[in-house]
């Protein structure tokens, strides 16, 4: 139990277009889900915190405006990477929490390439 | 300010012994702690986790010790598998105020051979 699937695994696109990732609790109700990001060789940095129904809540130095999260079901948060460039590559993961459940459970991350 | 620290970056043992992968905090809020096993493109997979109400937990081949006068744990992994290879992250949270966000140390790769 406890999966949380994240598509796509692998993007490649040019600077400037945006790029919507999807994680999905497959098998339980996530009221909060995470988004962070790990650059290479270093530790998973927290970018937002996400409850269904509300707004994010984003940490210092995230900018909110050019990483949208949208938390509109109990099993489903995207995070849409506005106007990438190439300092936006880097591997994002998200992660769900169910209702007074810990540990969070993490999807398998996604590669960003931006060109 | 890293708030958890792994200091070892990798650690290399041989299959059957034991592996011992540290962690260090300075946040005293922290009252909750886990463990995270995460291979090469892959998202991290929960292992084990420690209330500080508790100074050991075990499950299978895995134990957790918490020193919270030292702010100080550490994760036992005997006897140690091949398929153990990984990096290990400590996380950290404040259970009660911050909605269980995690605070993740820089990992430690681990390497067992056979």
């Known amino acids: 139990g406890a999966v949380v699937s994240q598509h796509p695994s692998w993007v490649i696109c040019k600077s400037g277009t945006s790029v919507k990732i999807e994680c999905r609790s ?45 938390h509109a079901s109990l099993t489903l948060s995207t995070l849409t990477v506005t106007s990438a ?21 993490f999807g398998d991350g996604t590669r960003l390439s931006i060109l | 300010d890293q708030q958890v620290k792994q200091n070892s970056p990798s650690l290399s043992v041989q299959e059957g012994r034991i592996s011992i992968l540290n962690c260090d905090y ?7 702690f886990l463990w995270y096993k995460k291979y090469p493109a892959e998202g991290p997979t929960f292992l084990i986790s420690i209330s500080s109400i508790k100074d050991k937990n ?11 006068s030292a702010k100080h744990l550490s994760l036992h992994i005997v ?17 009660e105020t911050s909605g269980s966000r995690l605070t993740f140390g820089e990992g430690t790769q681990l390497t067992v051979n056979p």
């Open chain 1, 85 to 105: 460039h190439p300092e936006d590559s880097s591997f994002y993961i998200c992660s769900a929490r169910g209702f007074y459940d810990q540990p969070q459970h």
């Open chain 2, 79 to 95: 006897p140690s598998q091949p398929g153990d290879s990984a990096v290990y992250f400590c996380a950290a949270s404040e259970e």
């Open chain 1, 26 to 70: 497959l098998d339980f109700q996530a009221t909060t889900m995470f988004w962070y990001r790990q650059f290479p060789k270093q530790s998973l940095m927290l970018m937002a915190t996400s409850n269904e129904g509300s707004k994010a809540t984003y940490e210092q130095g995230v900018e909110k405006d050019k990483f949208l999260i949208n």
């Open chain 2, 26 to 32: 300075t946040n005293s809020m922290f009252d909750y």
């Open chain 2, 58 to 68: 075990e499950d299978g081949r895995f134990t957790v010790f918490l020193n919270k």
